[in-house]
C-alpha cells in the first residue's frame, strides 16, 4: 500500500496517529483471533476497524444463551436449534466493520501436531484457550522463519491476562507515541562526559538511553548535526559521552537538542518459560502482589479444568477448597513463585471463574488489540510480558451461592455469576444519562447492553446533536457507511437495542448547554437520574456536565482520550474532586477528534466500566482523581 492508497477519508484520524508507514505495514498483515467469546470478539472487532489485510476468526464451540451476555454480535437466533458456530455467527457482522479487511471463519480445531495453518499469519491471537495448547502455539510461532508474533489472554469471572512474545529480537520503530523532545541549550561543558546545561534551568525531558541531535550551537561546532546517547544527570542536566577532544572547541552560546527515535531491540521469552519466571508489570501499586498471586492462580485454574473437565461451580465451597490445594501444590514445585498463599484471591476466581465480566472483557481487548498492531506495525513499546488485572473490589460482600450467584439460564448468567443477583438487579434498574455517542459513547452503550442496563423500570438517556461522518465509522463501531448523515445518538440507540432487544433507550438530540437547561435537560430531569456518563469531545462541555451533577448531587463518570492516551475519573460530588477542581496543563495537541485531517487511535475499549459498577450499588471504591 502506497501513501495515496490510504483511504483517508476513513482512516484520517488513525493516520495521524500511527503514520503512513505503520497504516502500510497494518494493511500487509493476516491476523488470526482464536476464541470468539467476550474478549476474543473485541480483538477482533478493534483489529478490523484499524484496518489490517485480513482477519481470520476461530472457534469450536457453539453459541450459548450466557454467550449473549459477552459477545455482542451473537443473536438469540443463534442459541436456537443447538446453536451455531460462535466465529461463523459472527462473521456477518465482523466483516461489516471495514470493507477493505477480509475476514473470514474457521470452525476447524488446532491440532497440536500440525500447526501449518498458522503460516500465513504475521500475528496468532489465543484466547480462553488450554495452556498447553497455548504453550504448543507459542513454540510454533517462535521456531517460523520469520518469526509469527504470538498474543494469548483471558478472563475468568472478574480477573484477566494477557501475554505476548513477539520473538528473541523483536524491533521497535517507535517506542511512543510522543513527539520528539526539543529544548535550549544554555551551556555545555566539555570533557569526558560532556555535560549539556538547559536554558534558563529549564527541564528538558529526556530520559537515560535516548538520543538527541544539536543544531545550531555558537562554539562547539564540531557537535552540530552528530547524534549523542543521553545519560541523565538531573531534571536540566544531562550528559553526552566524550567530548573532550580538540575538534570539540569552547561552547560560546545558543543552540537546541532535539530527540532522535532510535529503533529498539526487544528480547522475549516464551509462554512456557514465562510461567515459570514471570515477568510482569504492575498495574494497581495498592497491591504489588496481586499480579504474583493471580499467575499462580490462573495456572491452578488450567490444572483444575484439565483434571474435571469443567471450570469451578460458581461459588462452590468444595471447588475453592480444591483450587487452594491446587495451587499450593503447584508452588511448592515451582519455588520462585513461592509466598503467602492468598486464599481468598484464588477464592474469588474460584468462585467467579464460571462468570465473565463483559466490561473487562472490553477493556483487555482494547489492549490486547494494541498489542497486536504494535506487533505488525514496530509502533510504539509492547507489553514485556505479563500483566495481570483483577475487579475482585466489584465482587459481593456475602454470597450464599445458592440465591443470588447461581445461573438463571438466560443471557445474563456470566454477569450474575460474578456480581450476584441483587447487583443485576440494581443495574436494570438503573436511569442514566449519558452526553455524546461517538468513539467512547459506542462503546459504552455496548458495554450497558451487555450489563443489562435500565432494563427493567430503568431507562438510558443518551444526547448528541451530531451527524454520523465516514471517518467516524474507523472507531465508532456502532455506526456503519448507509448511517452516515443520519443522528449519533438515534442510530446508536438502535444498535444498541439490536445487542439487547431488552434495553430501555431514549434517544435525544438536543446540545446540553445552558440553554436547554430550561427546556430539556432540567433540574428535574437530573433529580431522576441516578448517574450521569460524559462521552464527550471538548472540555467546556466537560465542565458544564460537571457543575450540572455537582449541584444536583449525581455521580459523574468521565472520560476522554487524546491520540493514544485516555483518562477515566469519577466524581461523586462531597467524596471526591469534582473534574473543574483541577485545571489541567496547557496543551500542546489538539484532540483528534476535533479535527478533519487529523484523528485519534480506536478509543474504544479502554474505559474500566468497573467503575460504572461502582457507581451503581457501590459507593466506597470510586477513583477520586483523573487516571490516566
Known amino acids: 500500500?502506497?501513501?495515496?492508497?490510504?483511504?483517508?477519508?476513513?482512516?484520517?484520524?488513525?493516520?495521524?496517529?500511527?503514520?503512513?508507514?505503520?497504516?502500510?505495514?497494518?494493511?500487509?498483515?493476516?491476523?488470526?483471533?482464536?476464541?470468539?467469546?467476550?474478549?476474543?470478539?473485541?480483538?477482533?472487532?478493534?483489529?478490523?476497524?484499524?484496518?489490517?489485510?485480513?482477519?481470520?476468526?476461530?472457534?469450536?464451540?457453539?453459541?450459548?444463551?450466557?454467550?449473549?451476555?459477552?459477545?455482542?454480535?451473537?443473536?438469540?437466533?443463534?442459541?436456537?436449534?443447538?446453536?451455531?458456530?460462535?466465529?461463523?455467527?459472527?462473521?456477518?457482522?465482523?466483516?461489516?466493520?471495514?470493507?477493505?479487511?477480509?475476514?473470514?471463519?474457521?470452525?476447524?480445531?488446532?491440532?497440536?501436531?500440525?500447526?501449518?495453518?498458522?503460516?500465513?499469519?504475521?500475528?496468532?491471537?489465543?484466547?480462553?484457550?488450554?495452556?498447553?495448547?497455548?504453550?504448543?502455539?507459542?513454540?510454533?510461532?517462535?521456531?517460523?522463519?520469520?518469526?509469527?508474533?504470538?498474543?494469548?489472554?483471558?478472563?475468568?469471572?472478574?480477573?484477566?491476562?494477557?501475554?505476548?512474545?513477539?520473538?528473541?529480537?523483536?524491533e521497535v520503530l517507535d517506542y511512543n507515541d510522543e513527539e520528539p523532545v526539543e529544548g535550549f541549550v544554555g551551556q555545555i561543558t566539555k570533557g569526558n562526559p560532556g555535560v549539556v546545561q538547559c536554558l534558563e534551568n529549564q527541564f528538558h525531558g529526556l530520559s537515560t538511553g535516548m538520543f538527541v541531535e544539536f543544531r545550531e550551537l555558537s562554539g562547539m561546532t564540531a557537535l552540530n548535526g552528530q547524534r549523542r546517547q543521553v545519560k541523565v544527570r538531573g531534571?536540566?542536566?544531562?550528559?553526552?559521552?566524550?567530548?573532550?577532544?580538540?575538534?570539540?572547541?569552547?561552547?560560546?552560546?545558543?543552540?537546541?537538542?532535539?530527540?532522535?527515535?532510535?529503533?529498539?531491540?526487544?528480547?522475549?521469552?516464551?509462554?512456557?518459560?514465562?510461567?515459570?519466571?514471570?515477568?510482569?508489570?504492575?498495574?494497581?501499586?495498592?497491591?504489588?502482589?496481586?499480579?504474583?498471586?493471580?499467575?499462580?492462580?490462573?495456572?491452578?485454574?488450567?490444572?483444575?479444568?484439565?483434571?474435571?473437565?469443567?471450570?469451578?461451580?460458581?461459588?462452590?465451597?468444595?471447588?475453592?477448597?480444591?483450587?487452594?490445594?491446587?495451587?499450593?501444590?503447584?508452588?511448592?514445585?515451582?519455588?520462585?513463585?513461592?509466598?503467602?498463599?492468598?486464599?481468598?484471591?484464588?477464592?474469588?476466581?474460584?468462585?467467579?471463574?464460571?462468570?465473565?465480566?463483559?466490561?473487562?472483557?472490553?477493556?483487555?481487548?482494547?489492549?490486547?488489540?494494541?498489542?497486536?498492531?504494535?506487533?505488525?506495525?514496530?509502533?510504539?513499546?509492547?507489553?514485556?510480558?505479563?500483566?495481570?488485572?483483577g475487579a475482585r473490589q466489584l465482587l459481593p460482600e456475602q454470597c450464599d451461592g445458592v440465591e443470588t450467584c447461581q445461573t438463571c439460564g438466560d443471557r445474563y448468567d456470566p454477569l450474575r455469576v460474578c456480581l450476584g443477583s441483587r447487583a443485576v438487579d440494581t443495574l436494570s434498574r438503573l436511569r442514566l444519562f449519558m452526553v455524546g455517542c461517538g468513539a467512547i459513547g459506542c462503546e459504552m452503550l455496548k458495554n450497558y447492553a451487555m450489563l443489562g442496563v435500565g432494563r427493567s423500570q430503568g431507562l438510558i438517556t443518551i444526547t448528541d446533536n451530531d451527524l454520523i461522518e465516514k471517518s467516524n465509522l474507523n472507531r465508532q463501531f456502532l455506526f456503519r457507511p448507509r448511517h452516515i448523515q443520519k443522528a449519533k445518538s438515534v442510530t446508536g440507540a438502535e444498535a444498541a437495542l439490536k445487542i439487547n432487544p431488552d434495553l430501555n433507550i431514549d434517544a435525544q438530540e438536543q446540545k446540553v448547554c445552558p440553554q436547554s437547561e430550561r427546556t430539556h435537560f432540567t433540574d428535574a430531569f437530573f433529580a431522576a437520574q441516578d448517574m450521569c456518563v460524559n462521552a464527550l469531545d471538548n472540555v467546556e462541555a466537560r465542565r458544564y456536565m460537571d457543575s450540572r451533577c455537582v449541584t444536583n448531587t449525581k455521580p459523574l463518570l468521565e472520560s476522554g482520550t487524546l491520540g493514544a492516551k485516555g483518562h477515566i475519573q469519577v466524581i461523586v460530588p462531597h467524596l471526591t474532586e469534582s473534574y473543574s477542581s483541577q485545571a489541567d496543563p496547557p496543551m500542546k495537541e489538539v484532540p483528534y477528534c476535533t479535527l478533519k485531517s487529523g484523528g485519534s487511535a480506536d478509543e474504544g475499549s479502554t474505559v474500566l466500566y468497573s467503575q460504572v459498577v461502582s457507581c451503581c450499588y457501590r459507593t466506597h471504591y470510586p477513583m477520586g482523581q483523573r487516571q490516566v
Open 235 to 389: 531534571a536540566n542536566a544531562f550528559e553526552i559521552g566524550d567530548i573532550s577532544g580538540e575538534e570539540f572547541t569552547s561552547h560560546q552560546h545558543s543552540g537546541m537538542f532535539k530527540e532522535v527515535k532510535v529503533p529498539q531491540k526487544m528480547a522475549f521469552e516464551s509462554l512456557e518459560a514465562q510461567l515459570a519466571k514471570p515477568d510482569f508489570i504492575i498495574p494497581d501499586f495498592a497491591e504489588p502482589a496481586s499480579p504474583g498471586q493471580i499467575h499462580l492462580a490462573m495456572i491452578a485454574l488450567d490444572q483444575f479444568i484439565s483434571a474435571n473437565g469443567s471450570l469451578p461451580k460458581p461459588w462452590s465451597h468444595a471447588d475453592s477448597a480444591a483450587l487452594i490445594e491446587q495451587a499450593r501444590s503447584y508452588a511448592s514445585s515451582h519455588p520462585d513463585l513461592a509466598g503467602d498463599l492468598d486464599e481468598a484471591l484464588i477464592t474469588d476466581l474460584a468462585h467467579t471463574a464460571a462468570g465473565c465480566f463483559a466490561p473487562l472483557c472490553a477493556a483487555l481487548g482494547g489492549f490486547m488489540a494494541q498489542e497486536v498492531l504494535k506487533s505488525i506495525s514496530g509502533k510504539f513499546t509492547p507489553l514485556k510480558q505479563l500483566l495481570y488485572i
Open 1 to 170: 500500500m502506497d501513501a495515496q492508497d490510504i483511504d483517508d477519508s476513513l482512516y484520517s484520524r488513525q493516520r495521524y496517529v500511527l503514520g503512513d508507514n505503520a497504516m502500510r505495514r497494518m494493511a500487509g498483515s493476516n491476523v488470526f483471533i482464536s476464541g470468539m467469546g467476550g474478549l476474543g470478539i473485541e480483538i477482533a472487532k478493534n483489529v478490523i476497524l484499524a484496518g489490517v489485510r485480513s482477519v481470520t476468526v476461530h472457534d469450536t464451540q457453539l453459541a450459548t444463551q450466557s454467550d449473549l451476555g459477552t459477545n455482542f454480535f451473537l443473536q438469540h437466533e443463534d442459541t436456537l436449534d443447538g446453536g451455531k458456530n460462535r466465529a461463523a455467527a459472527c462473521l456477518s457482522q465482523l466483516s461489516e466493520l471495514n470493507p477493505y479487511v477480509a475476514v473470514t471463519a474457521s470452525c476447524v480445531a488446532l491440532e497440536e501436531e500440525d500447526l501449518s495453518v498458522l503460516d500465513q499469519y504475521q500475528c496468532v491471537v489465543m484466547t480462553d484457550a488450554p495452556l498447553r495448547l497455548a504453550i504448543s502455539v507459542d513454540k510454533y510461532c517462535r521456531t517460523h522463519s520469520p518469526p509469527i508474533m504470538f498474543i494469548s489472554g483471558c478472563v475468568r469471572g472478574v480477573f484477566g491476562s494477557v501475554f505476548c512474545d513477539f520473538g528473541d529480537a523483536f
